[in-house]
Structure formats: structure tokens, C-alpha cells
């Protein structure tokens, strides 16, 4: 699927329909034109000419139908007074401006619409948006229909709107590139496409037919988190309150109750998911792979769903009002966002290479872990880990070369040091050491192969906090 976004325009009929052509498309010489209303429906027709799945989605913000002219060239009559009364009294229209727009017949050869509040006074109505809740509105739904659909190559037509309804959709689109980058492990080849499109100028041109250009964007995502350690380990990802506030509404009683439990659970759920992509992308980025298969991560489709509902979350809050927005916290939303799309990406990875739950009595090849580790680590482009994880590996089997078999599990401890008696775990030496911390660390051998485990007392509550406090 090839998706174009471009702002409608709603023009007179009579002046809005152009000859646009295309000359060159992704190096390739070619020669397609055609009439409409939007550059984007000429090269979506071009697109499907080439047996591709294409569609428009054509951006109206709200104030687009406060045009003094346009009572002169809307059909049908009826539509005609309905917006003049709409001029007198907007209320209902801001409403629920789907219902109107809809009906109108300009632009009709648009697949798809979506509606984003306004700036400014039109007509002597005042519109009172945040421009950061616009870039929301967008980046949802591009977010959605890439989760939905087989989304291969998104265009961003910028030929019409006003400025800050192109910005708008540019910054969605760098956002939604690092979230598509993310959920495919950071490997940008796998990512959809995305391009500027944009023709030649109209406003004050003579000519006849206009030019569309087409200029892919590269946009470029690094392992890194969104979630940073102040908030992981300091804030207890307080950040989420603003997300999911306790309900302020005026309801009492068991009434109170029952809705302050639904919006914790909900903040619970998205909390849980959260806080796992930390612990995962922390012990990746910190280098102790054996921690990894002791994780419940959770499945993909259930990320997924969770990215579905905090969209659905915040889209009902956007759309109750369209004369102002909710002003919600962008950052917040898309840290959430970009982490779920992270912890995807991280849990198809893990996956492919089956570290997951494993049987403690049989433990872990350490052979396979570090073969397992090497494409992860490449995977990720932290092949550094690679290295002092080998090493690591390295030196524990040169320790064993030099005693017997060991046909039970023993602490590492004993095998370093057996003078030396178990001890607490320190942070330090947990990390220096690739996870194999000698007082958790238990080694078994069967000929020579070396299986590794964490002792069953290990309290991972302790190593989670290791892990939140270096996620940086």
C-alpha cells in the first residue's frame, strides 16, 4: 500500500481542477499526466496505472469551510444554507465537522479524509488549537494505517495548506519514521519509504499544466530509548499520570470509585508494557544477555493493541471539541508510542532467536548465547557488547579447562574463588561481568558443552533497578 497525504483545498469548481504531469519517478523517465482537483489524485491514478495499492488521504483542518465565497459555489442548495447557518452559529459543525464535510461534492475523488482542529479567528469565529495536538492528529493516523496495513511507501504532498499544516504533517513524519524504524529493530531498509511530493507553483503562474516532484526523505533511528533514566528509575514513569489523569468529573460515591479503578487499570496495562521494553532494552544496551531469557515479555499483538488503545485514548479526547484541543502533552504521548514501537522491534528480535523461557534444569548453552548474541548484538548495532561479551565467554571457559567435569549446578563463586564464600551481588561486578555475576551465576558442564543459569534465589527485583538506572 502507497499512501498520499495532502491539505484540501475545497476550491470553486469552475478554477480548481489542474493538468499536473509527472516526468520523473524515483529516477525512472516517464511521461503521466492528468486533471484534478489535487496533485495527490494524479499521482495516486499514476500509481495504480502501475498496478500498485494507492489512496489519498486528504487533510481538512476544521476552519477550512469559514470561506466568505464559499456559499457561491457549494451545491446543493440545501448544503448552501446549512453553511450559512453554520457561519451564524458553528457550534453544532465543530461538533461533528465529519458529517458536513462528507457531503460536500468538491474533491470527491479523495479516498479518505482526516480532520484536524484549526488556529486563528475565520469569520470572526475563534479557533483555539495547539499545534503540537494537530502533529498528534496526523501522527496517529499515519501510525494506524501503518499497523493496520501493509504500508510500503508513504508521499507527503505539501503543494497546498497553509504552513503550519505542512509542518505539521513533516513532523509527524519524522516521528512516525523513527516508530516505523523501531518496530523493525532499527533496520531502516525494512521501514516504509517516505516522500515529498510537491508541484510546480500555481498561485500567479501562466502556465498550463504543472510539474510534480517527487523527493524521497531519509530519516535515520539509533538504539537508543525514549524513556530516559530520570524517568525509569527516579519517576517510577510518573510521566503516565498525564496520560491516563485520575478522572476529575464531579462523579461521587461508587460512581467515583468505579471510573478512578477503570483509568489506573488502564495506566497499570500501559505502565507494565512500559517498563518491560525498559528492562529488555537496558539489558541489551548494558550488555547481560542471560538476563533476557528469564523475561514474560509480552506478545506482539498485545503491544499492538496497547499502541491502539492509548491512540483510541487520546482521539477521544481529541475529537470532543473541535473549537479548541485538549492541549495533550506530545512528548509524553510519543515517548509512550516510540517505546512500544522499540519493544516490538526488540520482541520480534528475541523471538527469532528463541530467548525466551527456558527449563532451569537444563539451563543455557553458553556457546548458543554467544552465537545467538553476535547477530542480536549486530542486529542492533552495538556490536561492542559482542566483543566484551566474548571475552567474558572466553575467560570462563579457560577457568574450566583447568578442573573436572562439573555434572551439578555450582555457583560460579566456587569456581573462581572456592576459598571465597557467596556474598551479596553488586551492581558493579554484575555489569563488568556480562551478567555472569559469580554469587548468582551457576555453571553445569556435559562434556564440552558449558550451561549456564541464574541461582533460583536471585532477587531480579534488585537487578531491575540496576537495569532502570543505567538505561542511559
Not at 485538549?326 to 509524553?332: D, E, I, T, Y
Not at 560460579?412 to 555475576?437: M, Q, T, V
Request: charged content about 30%.
Amino acid at each position: 500500500m502507497k499512501v498520499i497525504y495532502q491539505v484540501g483545498r475545497l476550491d470553486n469548481p469552475a478554477q480548481a481542477t489542474k493538468e499536473f504531469y509527472i516526468k520523473n519517478f524515483h529516477g525512472e523517465k516517464v511521461d503521466e499526466s492528468g486533471k484534478a482537483e489535487l496533485s495527490s489524485i494524479v499521482l495516486r491514478d499514476f500509481l495504480r496505472k502501475r498496478n500498485y495499492e494507492a489512496k489519498t488521504v486528504i487533510i481538512y483542518p476544521v476552519s477550512i469551510v469559514f470561506n466568505s465565497k464559499f456559499p457561491e459555489y457549494i451545491q446543493p442548495e440545501e448544503l448552501k444554507n446549512e453553511l450559512v447557518d453554520i457561519f451564524k452559529d458553528p457550534s453544532n459543525y465543530l461538533k461533528t465537522p465529519h458529517e458536513f464535510i462528507d457531503r460536500i461534492e468538491l474533491e470527491r475523488c479523495r479516498d479518505e479524509k482526516l480532520i484536524v482542529h484549526s488556529l486563528g479567528e475565520y469569520l470572526g469565529i475563534s479557533l483555539d488549537a495547539s499545534y503540537d495536538d494537530i502533529v498528534l492528529e496526523i501522527l496517529f493516523d499515519m501510525i494506524e494505517r501503518y499497523l493496520k496495513d501493509d504500508l510500503e511507501e508513504l508521499y507527503l504532498d505539501i503543494s497546498s495548506g497553509h504552513n503550519i499544516y505542512i509542518s505539521a504533517i513533516l513532523e509527524a513524519a519524522r516521528h512516525f519514521a523513527v516508530f516505523s524504524h523501531f518496530v523493525n529493530g532499527i533496520d531502516d531498509t525494512k521501514s516504509p519509504k517516505i516522500y515529498i511530493t510537491f508541484s510546480d507553483p500555481i498561485i500567479g503562474s501562466s502556465a498550463k499544466s504543472f510539474e510534480i516532484h517527487i523527493q524521497q526523505q531519509r530519516f535515520t533511528a539509533f538504539f537508543s530509548s525514549p524513556i530516559k533514566r530520570k524517568e525509569a528509575a527516579e519517576n517510577n514513569f510518573s510521566f503516565l499520570r498525564n496520560i491516563y489523569p485520575d478522572p476529575d468529573n464531579g462523579a461521587k460515591g461508587s460512581e467515583a470509585a468505579k471510573l478512578k479503578q477503570q483509568v489506573r487499570e488502564k495506566r497499570k496495562r500501559l505502565r507494565e508494557k512500559i517498563e518491560m521494553f525498559c528492562l529488555l532494552f537496558s539489558a541489551i544496551k548494558n550488555n547481560v544477555p542471560l538476563y533476557l531469557y528469564y523475561q514474560h515479555y509480552h506478545s506482539v499483538d498485545e503491544i499492538k493493541e496497547e499502541i491502539f488503545k492509548l491512540i483510541d485514548h487520546a482521539k477521544t479526547q481529541l475529537c470532543s471539541n473541535y473549537q479548541k484541543s485538549p492541549n495533550l502533552n506530545k512528548r509524553f504521548y510519543t515517548d509512550a508510542i516510540l517505546s512500544l514501537g522499540f519493544y516490538i522491534g526488540i520482541v520480534n528480535v528475541l523471538e527469532k532467536h528463541n530467548i525466551t523461557m527456558f527449563c532451569q534444569d537444563t539451563g543455557i548453552d553458553l556457546e548458543l548465547l554467544r552465537r545467538n548474541f553476535f547477530e542480536i548484538y549486530s542486529k542492533f548495532r552495538v556490536p561492542t557488547n559482542y566483543v566484551m561479551l566474548s571475552n567474558e565467554i572466553s575467560n570462563t571457559q579457560r577457568v574450566l579447562e583447568q578442573i573436572d567435569n562439573i555434572d551439578s549446578w555450582t555457583g560460579l563463586y566456587k569456581i573462581i574463588d572456592s576459598e571465597k564464600p557467596i556474598s551479596e551481588p553488586i551492581d558493579r561486578n554484575y555489569f563488568a561481568h556480562s551478567g555472569f555475576e559469580r554469587n548468582i551465576t551457576e555453571i553445569r558442564t556435559e562434556g564440552s558443552k558449558i550451561f549456564i543459569r541464574y541461582a533460583f534465589n536471585t532477587n531480579f527485583n534488585v537487578i531491575n533497578c540496576w537495569l532502570k538506572d543505567r538505561i542511559e
